[in-house]
């Protein structure tokens, strides 16, 4: 079976933000509010949401996505979070 692999970013309550890939955006996002098995860097942050999801062809592209959304600027990152058509052309492979 194969499965479909997505781009995601969370935002924290400070406004933050945390990019990542999975199978599953809700159960990673479940993981991370868990602390269990999300990022170290996102322990012990409160009200995490997921503010952004993308469909990517399998997991080596959405890996390039990820990279790509991590080299952005905060503030390209809030501009894709609000649907923004230019910075999603940049990051699209």
């Given amino acids: 079976m194969v499965q479909d692999w997505h781009l995601y970013i969370i935002q924290t309550a400070s406004g933050s933000y945390y990019t990542g890939i999975t199978t599953d955006p ?3 996002l479940h993981e ?3 602390g269990k098995k999300g990022a170290k860097s996102l322990r012990g942050e409160a009200h995490l949401q997921m503010v952004f999801t993308m469909k990517a062809q399998n997991r080596s592209e959405a890996s390039v996505l990820e990279a790509r959304v991590k080299k952005l600027s905060h503030q390209e990152k809030a501009a894709l979070v ?3 058509k230019t910075i999603l052309a940049r990051i699209a492979p």
């Fill in 26 to 28: 809700e159960r990673r």
């Fill in 32 to 34: 991370h509010r868990s």
């Fill in 82 to 84: 609000a649907g923004s």
